[in-house]
């Protein structure tokens, strides 16, 4: 059964570091998202991304953010300059339609 | 915009009991209705979802919900609940049109005691 894969499973960086999460989404799935989970919250939207651009964004993605479908598997979600708050479990997910995400099995990122 | 809200953050039972994990919405627009289970450090699984047709969705592994549009609730049930039914449940909703983001509730942790 096809599934969405994300690397790497830990990133730990310094404040202010910039980091690249990776996602290589369903074959062919249409929509990709990023969602982030703070430990012990809800899972927030943060950004989704169709027909090679930006769909719609949360206000939590901002411009320390950004996305990129470099080629035909990747989506990649970049933080410029990390801050101790982007501590988190970053999620990507795809869909083909239906707003049904598939969900990767996460990136915790650890900010120090 | 959308909203998801559950009541419970907690709900404790014991094996073999029966449980219900109550989710409501809000929303100006037709949704799609999910819930999504976390297992202990790993990610999220789609266990049930409402498209359209028969309000009354299962899973494979015994769960339901039932879609009730007069009270905008998708509450999860399960008749009979295994240890292995331990985990954290999000409801979540999404619109029916654009790019259908989904959004979650706070999630409920059910942990089934012996």
């Known amino acids: 059964e096809p599934e969405v894969t994300q690397t790497p499973s830990h990133q730990v960086t310094q404040m202010g570091q910039e980091v690249i999460l990776r996602c290589v989404p369903i074959?062919?799935?249409?929509?990709f998202y990023w969602y982030r989970q703070i430990l012990g919250q809800k899972v927030e939207f943060l950004v989704s991304?169709?027909?090679?651009?930006?769909?719609?964004k949360s206000e939590i993605f901002d411009d320390q953010f950004s996305v990129e479908r470099p080629d035909g598997s990747n989506f990649t979600l970049k933080i410029r300059s990390t801050k101790l708050e982007d501590s988190a479990m970053y999620f990507c997910?795809?869909?083909?339609?239906?707003?049904?995400?598939?969900f990767g099995p996460g990136t915790r990122l650890t900010v120090l | 915009a959308q909203s998801v809200t559950q009541l419970d953050s907690q709900v404790p039972v014991f094996e073999e009991a029966p449980v219900e994990l109550r989710c409501n919405y809000s929303?100006?627009?037709?949704?799609?209705l999910f819930w999504y289970v976390q297992y202990p450090n790993q990610g999220l699984q789609l266990l049930l979802k409402?498209?359209?047709?028969?309000?009354l969705v299962e899973s494979i592994n015994g769960f339901e919900a039932e879609f009730n549009k007069s009270q905008t609730s998708f509450h999860l049930r399960k008749p009979s609940v295994h240890i292995s039914d331990t985990a954290e449940y999000f409801c979540?909703?999404?619109?029916?049109?654009?790019?259908?983001?989904?959004?979650f509730g706070q999630g409920t942790r059910l942990t089934i005691n012996p």
């Open positions: 997910a795809s869909s083909y339609t239906s707003g049904e995400g598939f």
């Open positions: 074959s062919n799935h249409l929509y």
């Open positions: 991304f169709y027909n090679n651009e930006i769909s719609e």
């Open positions: 929303s100006s627009v037709s949704v799609y």
């Open positions: 409402y498209l359209s047709g028969s309000t």
């Open positions: 979540a909703v999404s619109e029916t049109q654009g790019a259908q983001k989904l959004v």
